[in-house]
């Protein structure tokens, strides 16, 4: 499955583009889980998933609750907060 590029936006906050003309391509792969049983049930294969780079949005009454991404370790240089 595919995101609409009308949501972006709305749907991902996270990725508000300050110079849109710098992008010119970006596909996103999207899987909606309608309920937290049917994540809980699946969370293997969700996990293998988002290794491959999807995204998971998991709904929990018909609405979005959690988005389940790849974790991306950065390290940060020198001495943090000072």
């Given at each position: 499955m595919r995101a609409n590029t009308?949501?972006?936006p709305q749907m991902y906050p996270?990725?508000?583009l300050t110079r849109p003309d710098l992008v010119r391509?970006?596909?996103v792969i999207v899987m909606v889980v309608n309920t937290i049983t049917e994540a809980k049930r699946q969370l293997s294969e969700l996990i293998e998933k988002v290794q491959e780079?999807?995204?998971v949005i998991i709904n929990k009454a018909g609405k979005p609750?959690?988005?389940l991404t790849a974790y991306k370790?950065?390290?940060c240089r020198g001495n943090p907060g000072h």
């Amino acid at each position: 499955m595919r995101a609409n590029t009308d949501l972006g936006p709305q749907m991902y906050p996270q990725y508000h583009l300050t110079r849109p003309d710098l992008v010119r391509y970006v596909e996103v792969i999207v899987m909606v889980v309608n309920t937290i049983t049917e994540a809980k049930r699946q969370l293997s294969e969700l996990i293998e998933k988002v290794q491959e780079g999807e995204e998971v949005i998991i709904n929990k009454a018909g609405k979005p609750v959690a988005l389940l991404t790849a974790y991306k370790n950065i390290r940060c240089r020198g001495n943090p907060g000072h």
